[in-house]
């Protein structure tokens, strides 16, 4: 997706929510630093001056919407919805078309 992201993720040792806020913070660092550090990108300024906010980093939008999945039946709901949100979006014609999508992964594996 062009503005958002979907993860499923598991951790029995670290909160969720440490995940996410480490997450967050890694890739708005890297992002911001490739925006730097790319020569050929002509709005750099404009993009760096956008993404600071109190002289912080301000890429994610605050918190995040997370959910336990109980249930296989859950997870296979969740996966459906996230594979088909580019389709939505009207991106692809299928789900397996996206490219940064797990699902023509696991049509390999067959699942």
């Known amino acids: 997706m062009t503005n958002h992201i979907h993860l ?9 929510s440490d995940i996410i806020r480490d997450f967050k913070k890694f890739t708005a660092t890297v992002i911001t630093k490739a925006i730097a550090n790319n020569p050929k ?3 750099k300024r404009w993009m760096l001056w956008l993404l600071k906010k109190e ?7 605050e918190g995040y919407h997370g959910e336990e999945i109980f249930s296989k039946a859950f997870f296979e709901s969740k996966m459906r919805y996230i594979h088909l949100n580019p ?9 397996e078309e996206y490219l940064y999508s797990s699902c ?4 390999v594996l067959g699942q």
């Open 41 to 43: 990108e002509s709005r």
């Open 104 to 107: 023509g992964d696991l049509y």
């Open 8 to 16: 499923i993720v598991q951790s029995d040792k670290v909160p969720l």
């Open 55 to 61: 002289d912080k980093i301000w890429f994610w939008e």
């Open 87 to 95: 389709v939505r979006a009207g991106l692809v014609e299928k789900e």
